[in-house]
C-alpha cells in the first residue's frame, strides 16, 4: 500500500455475483490481458456458474475501465499544459 491508503499493485476490481456464486477479480495494467484469458477459462469450465455471457460483460467492463482511466490521464497532462 502507498502513503495514501491505497493498493497500487491491484488497482483495479471487478465483481460478479450471480445465483449465490461470487467471483472477485483484482488486476492491475500489466494483468489485464491474462484476465481477459482468465474470463475464457472461467466460461469454458463446466463446473463454475460462469457463463459466455458473463465473460463477454466482465470483458467489456474491463475494456471500459481502461478507456475511462486513459482519458483521465490524457485530461490531466492538458490541464498540467
Known amino acids: 500500500m502507498n502513503t495514501n491508503g ?4 491491484w ?3 471487478i465483481a460478479l455475483v450471480k445465483e449465490g456464486d461470487k ?5 492491475d495494467d ?3 490481458k491474462a484476465l481477459l ?8 469450465n463446466p463446473e463454475l ?3 459466455w455471457h458473463d465473460a463477454a460483460v466482465l470483458s467489456r467492463k ?3 475501465n481502461e478507456a475511462k482511466r486513459l482519458c483521465g490521464l490524457r485530461s ?3 490541464r498540467a499544459g
Open 62 to 64: 474491463v475494456r471500459e
Open 76 to 78: 490531466r497532462e492538458l
Open 49 to 51: 456458474n460462469f457463463s
Open 6 to 9: 491505497k493498493n497500487e499493485r
Open 30 to 32: 500489466a494483468s489485464r
Open 23 to 27: 467471483y472477485l477479480f483484482a488486476y
Open 11 to 13: 488497482p483495479n476490481l
Open 37 to 44: 484469458g482468465v474470463f475464457g477459462s472461467f466460461a469454458k
